[in-house]
C-alpha cells in the first residue's frame, strides 16, 4: 500500500475481493496484481491489461463480464520466399521474416516495422510489395515525428510526458514521479 499524498490521507487498497468495480477501476494495478486478483477471483486471467481490469470490474460487481472482443479472422496462405516487387500481399499477411528481409533488401538496414508498415501489411491485401516499399517511404516524414502511445502503454505515455517537462531530469527521478503518480486514484 502506499499513501497518496495530494488525496486527504487515501491510501490505495490491497487488490481483493472486497473491493468494488468502481475502487478497481480507480486505481493503477499492475498486471501482476490483476492476474493474481483473477486467479484468487476465479476469472479468466487471460486478455490485454484492459480487458483484464474491466472483467474483474465485473466479477467484483457481481456483473457477467464483457463479451470477449471479436478476435481476428487469421486468413490462410502467407508469402514465402521468394519474394519480388510484384509479390501482391495476401489477406491476413503479418509481418514475417520473408518481408523484413525483402524490405531490408529493397530500402536499406534502416528498415523497421513501425505502425505505418505493420498497418500497411494488415490492410494491404492485393497491393504489390513495390506498393509497400513506396509506402514506405511516404510515411517516412510522418513516422519522425512522435507518435501517440497506446493507451496500454501507460507507463511510457507517463516516462515521454514527465521527460518533455522536465528535459534534464534523471530517470531515477522520472520513475520516482512514477511510483507517485501510480499510487494516486485516478480521478
Given at each position: ?65 464483457p463479451p470477449p472482443a471479436a478476435t481476428p479472422r487469421r486468413a490462410g496462405r502467407r508469402l514465402a ?31 523497421h516495422f513501425d505502425a505505418f508498415m505493420r498497418d500497411y501489411v494488415a490492410q494491404g491485401a492485393g ?61
Amino acid at each position: 500500500m502506499s499513501t497518496n499524498i495530494q488525496g486527504v490521507g487515501e491510501v490505495r487498497p490491497v487488490p481483493g475481493p472486497e473491493l468494488s468495480g468502481a475502487e478497481l477501476l480507480r486505481w493503477y494495478w499492475t498486471l501482476e496484481e490483476l492476474t493474481a486478483l483473477a486467479r484468487r477471483l476465479g476469472v479468466p486471467a487471460g486478455g490485454g491489461k484492459a480487458v483484464l481490469t474491466r472483467r474483474l470490474a465485473a466479477a467484483l460487481d457481481g456483473h457477467a463480464p464483457p463479451p470477449p472482443a471479436a478476435t481476428p479472422r487469421r486468413a490462410g496462405r502467407r508469402l514465402a520466399a521468394p519474394v519480388d516487387g510484384g509479390t501482391v500481399i495476401p489477406e491476413g499477411q503479418r509481418c514475417s521474416q520473408v518481408l523484413r528481409e525483402f524490405f531490408v533488401r529493397e530500402i536499406g538496414p534502416g528498415f523497421h516495422f513501425d505502425a505505418f508498415m505493420r498497418d500497411y501489411v494488415a490492410q494491404g491485401a492485393g497491393r504489390t510489395l513495390d506498393e509497400a516499399v513506396a509506402h514506405w517511404h511516404a510515411t517516412r516524414r510522418q513516422a519522425a515525428e512522435p507518435q501517440p502511445v497506446g493507451a496500454q502503454f501507460e507507463f511510457n505515455r507517463f516516462l515521454r510526458d514527465w521527460h518533455s517537462r522536465h528535459p534534464d531530469g534523471s530517470r531515477t527521478e522520472a520513475l520516482a514521479a512514477w511510483r507517485d503518480h501510480r499510487s494516486r486514484p485516478r480521478g
